[in-house]
């Protein structure tokens, strides 16, 4: 008798510890998720604050090209016309690492993770569209994951 009872206790207290288990690994995906999303929100707004602070008269020079930024340091393409962005993003002094389980989180151009600046004629005569794309690969999902942003700069002068 103690023995089916001690079997049934097992069982069930192995259930609830799988439960457990699950519920902690889905909120431990959803964190990492959402801290990926706000490291690439980060970027997109640094370089967002640059494009303005730059302005339609320097960036009106880079119409027609795309450049990839430099993220962690490095960067797999290399662009001599890039004088906009000469230093490594805010990644770079985050320091994030990820542990070899999940090691497809990155957001350097190296390792699946691209941050491309674009800048095209815009609306209008005077204007350019200057679109800020980040992406990366997040171990969470077999999709590759983006962000981006499109700004527009009227000519004032």
Known sequence: MYLLETLVALTVGGFISFALLD???GAMRTMQTSSN????????????????GYGYPRLINYVGKSISL????TAVTSNPDNDLHTRPL???FLSKRWQP????????EGSGGAVLYTVTTGPASDSINVKIDVSWNDANSASRRELSRTIVLFNTD
């Open 23 to 25: 519920v902690l690994c």
């Open 37 to 52: 999303e706000t490291t690439a929100a980060e970027i997109l707004d640094e370089v967002s604050e640059q494009t303005r």
């Open 70 to 73: 430099v993220v962690d340091g």
């Open 90 to 92: 805010s990644l770079d």
């Open 101 to 108: 389980r999940t090691q497809s989180n990155s957001f350097g």
